[in-house]
């Protein structure tokens, strides 16, 4: 669909404009060229209309009218309401982007990213959904068929020979779940309903293929996202100026005094508007144990717990590296002179430059 075309373009009109952004920054992020910035950004927008004018400003409302039926012929649960709702939402932007593109690029362009970012981001959930459509499921295991093939599947998960391949979540909000059944070295595709983490599971059908599968199984249905209130990747604000390890570590190689050692550890470690690194990985393990949990499994659940144990180690292990940092700045103490440094051969230098330009000769006269 044209939908999914129009993010792959919108991905790369992004990357091309942060490399061109990263010119403008500093080491830390920080932009020092606000003109040069806004002009950056300004291209970026003309060339995301550029690319929905290419594949959607014809096709978004046929595509919208597909997926609002397929939305009529699913039960009225919360995440049909939801996706309804979304289908809006993108008709909206559609009207805004052909009217905000009439006017003058002083007056409309600013106003339009967020409306190209909203396709760009959400445009695929309407191609999921009219997807739902055009698709016909085949006909799965009957229920004495379904038991017996689970009870394989079961002793092949028991023996750790059910290796899972990928799962989606179907209109009807079951998990499908992709697996081989390995016995006897040789292997079945095998499709399972439900958790495949809790004894609640069947398997749904076997297939002589992933592809065979993929064309009878109900269709994956659009998945969800951890913050649905929060920004989506072409919104998502500027991150804030951080120290890289490297300049931290570069730091503390190059300093004489335990002062300036004692400086770079409470910056790794530093929280608030001027988080470090480390601060920064404690808040990417919980938000990764935060998803874990979103994930609403026996093995999501339990992964999660692990996830905020290592968080919490990590703040304590990061309170630790703040304690001994203020009591190294206290030493006020210096490397010892005898760590004289050791100055290259004079060979070593004379091989590290470049080689001399070969002298003009004059021309060697002809005999006669």
Not at 84 to 95: E, I, P, Q
Not at 246 to 256: F, K
């Amino acid at each position: 669909m044209k939908a999914s075309n129009y993010r792959w373009w919108m991905l790369s009109v992004e990357r091309e404009a942060e490399e061109a952004l990263d010119t403008v920054r500093d080491r830390y992020g920080r932009i020092l060229r606000p003109e040069e910035a806004a002009e950056i950004r300004a291209r970026r927008t003309e060339a995301a209309l550029k690319g929905y004018r290419a594949d959607l400003a014809g096709a978004a409302l046929p595509l919208l009218d597909v997926a609002r039926r397929a939305l009529d012929a699913m039960p009225p649960v919360d995440h049909v309401r939801a996706w309804r709702d979304v289908l809006n939402g993108l008709a909206f932007s559609h009207k805004e982007i052909l009217r905000l593109a009439g006017l003058s690029a002083e007056h409309g362009r600013q106003a339009l990213w967020p409306h190209l970012a909203r396709w760009a981001e959400h445009g695929t959930i309407a191609v999921y959904l009219a997807d739902q459509l055009h698709h016909q499921p085949g006909t799965e295991f009957t229920t004495d068929e379904s038991q017996e093939w689970t009870r394989q599947a079961r002793a092949a998960q028991d023996r750790g020979e059910l290796d899972l391949i990928e799962s989606w979540y179907a209109a009807d909000g079951r998990r499908i779940t992709l697996a081989y059944l390995v016995e006897d070295d040789a292997s079945e595709v095998i499709a399972l309903a439900g958790d495949p983490g809790t004894p609640l599971w069947s398997v749904i059908g076997r297939y002589d293929t992933e592809l065979a599968a993929g064309r009878v199984l109900p269709q994956p249905v659009p998945p969800g996202v951890l913050h649905p209130e929060g920004p989506g990747r072409f919104t998502r604000p500027e991150p804030a100026p951080e120290v890289p390890v490297q300049v931290l570590l570069r730091d503390v190689a190059e300093a004489h005094c335990a002062g300036d050692v004692s400086e770079a550890l409470l910056t790794a470690t530093d929280w608030g508007a001027s988080a470090g690194p480390m601060a920064h990985l404690q808040q990417l393990v919980d938000k990764a144990a935060t998803f874990s949990h979103a994930l609403e499994t026996a093995q999501g659940r339990s992964l999660g717990g692990r996830l905020d144990a290592l968080g919490r180690q990590l703040g304590l292990l990061a309170e630790e590296i703040r304690d001994a940092a203020r009591e190294l700045g206290k030493t006020v103490a210096v490397l010892p002179p005898h760590r004289v440094p050791k100055l290259p051969h004079r060979r070593v230098l004379e091989t590290s430059l470049p080689p001399a330009a070969p002298q003009r000769t004059a021309p060697a006269a002809r005999r006669s």
